[in-house]
């Protein structure tokens, strides 16, 4: 059974930072690229980084210079590093695992950034 387990959402302030984690499991973690996707209240679910297997990282043009994605093989764990959040970065944040023979995606972390 696959599984992907996100942490670390939360409730900030603009300009803070907060730390994403997704631990997946029933998967050769190490094949899959892994994804951070967000979703807003009445906006489409949008792809915010991209990791792939081979460790190249792909940013969505919002985020590029204050989010970094990384993974830890060992750990079969995927990161996102957010800093200088603002509010428009408020939405849930969905973890994905891809290749060609699966799709997967965890429950979502919600990540609140208001004063």
């Known amino acids: 059974q696959v599984q992907l387990v996100e942490s670390g959402g939360g409730l900030v302030q603009p300009g803070g930072s907060l730390r994403l984690s997704c631990v997946a499991s029933g998967i050769a973690f190490r094949f899959y690229d892994m994804g951070w996707y967000r979703q807003a209240p009445g906006k489409q679910r949008e792809l915010v980084a991209r990791?792939?297997?081979?460790?190249?990282?792909y940013y969505a043009v919002s985020v590029k210079d204050r989010f970094t994605i990384s993974k830890d093989n060992a750990k079969n764990t995927v990161y996102l590093q957010m800093n200088s959040l603002k509010s428009e970065d408020t939405a849930v944040y969905y973890c994905n695992a891809n290749k060609i023979s699966g799709n997967y995606w965890g429950q979502g972390t919600q990540v609140t950034v208001s004063s």
């Open positions: 990791i792939t297997r081979d460790a190249n990282t």
